[in-house]
């Protein structure tokens, strides 16, 4: 059974950090591009940020480019979404995902409020 689980999410100040994390099993985790994406209330979820097999190779949304990173630990099975100088636009739940899989996790909520 393959499971995809986030954790990391939490309320954030405008302008801080937050580090989101992926733990995945029951997959080939180092066969997959990983990727995150986010939904907020009353808006279709999108892409954020995409990491390929190769982890050098990302892709990034033009509006979190420069202030997120994604990375990958392919031994722990675990992608990573680093998080900085967060705007309350990045309000949203954040999802983890194996890209052109079916697999998705269940969702770790962000909120960024003063």
């Known amino acids: 059974q393959v499971q995809l689980v986030e954790s990391g999410g939490g309320l954030v100040q405008p302008g801080g950090s937050l580090k989101l994390s992926c733990a995945a099993s029951?997959?080939?985790?180092?066969?997959?591009?990983m990727s995150w994406y986010r939904q907020a209330p009353g808006k279709e979820r999108e892409l954020v940020a995409d990491?390929?097999?190769?982890?050098?190779?990302?892709t990034y949304a033009p509006s979190v480019k420069g202030r997120f990173t994604i990375s990958r630990d392919n031994d722990k099975k675990e992608v990573y979404l680093q998080m900085n100088s967060l705007e309350s636009e990045d309000t949203a739940v954040y999802y983890c995902?194996?890209?052109?899989?079916?697999?998705w996790g269940q969702g770790t909520q962000v909120t960024v409020s003063s």
């Open positions: 990491i390929d097999k190769n982890p050098d190779i990302t």
């Open positions: 029951g997959l080939p985790f180092s066969l997959y591009a």
């Open positions: 995902h194996g890209s052109g899989s079916p697999y």
